[in-house]
Structures are given as structure tokens and as C-alpha cells.
């Protein structure tokens, strides 16, 4: 994210309200990570991935909040069988 975004973002923390960049980079972050967990799966010939687990973090490079922000998915590949 850019300074720009975390500076707004900083302004809506002390007036409240939602920041819709910091949203959209999210489901940005969170649709590129499911396309890689599907990409994944199909290299290993699974037909589809269950359980789904999406986590959110944050490592803060100042005491400020700021700092990078990141999403993981991870799942499990599975093999249907034929009907």
C-alpha cells in the first residue's frame, strides 16, 4: 500500500468511517491468493480445493500502524471421484 492510502487511512482511524482503498487492496490481495491456490491445485490434477482458511497480517515497520500488509490462503486439494 502507499503512503497516500496509509495517510488517509490514518485520518479515517480518528474519525471513524470505512477506507475503501484499504478494502479494495484487500480483495485485490485476497482474489490474487484464491487464483494461486487454484492455479496450485490444478498443477497437482485436483478438481477442486475445500476448507479454505484466508488470514490477514500485518507486519508494522513503526510503531505507527503502518506498514505492509498481507493475505495467505491455503486449502486442500482434492480429487473428485466419478459418478
Do not use: H, W
Not at 484499504?22 to 477442486?48: H, I, N, V, Y
Not at 486439494?77 to 459418478?83: C, E, R, S, Y
Request: glycine share 10%.
Amino acid at each position: 500500500m502507499n503512503i497516500f492510502r496509509d495517510i488517509a487511512n490514518s485520518f479515517r482511524d480518528l474519525v471513524g468511517g470505512r477506507a475503501d482503498s484499504s478494502q479494495k487492496a484487500l480483495k485485490e490481495a485476497r482474489l490474487a491468493c484464491l487464483d494461486e491456490l487454484r492455479r496450485e491445485a490444478a498443477a497437482l490434477g485436483a478438481d477442486a480445493v475445500i476448507a479454505v482458511d484466508l488470514d490477514y497480517n500485518q507486519l508494522s515497520t513503526s510503531g505507527s500502524g503502518g506498514g505492509i500488509l498481507f493475505v495467505a490462503a491455503s486449502g486442500t486439494a482434492v480429487k473428485l471421484a466419478p459418478l
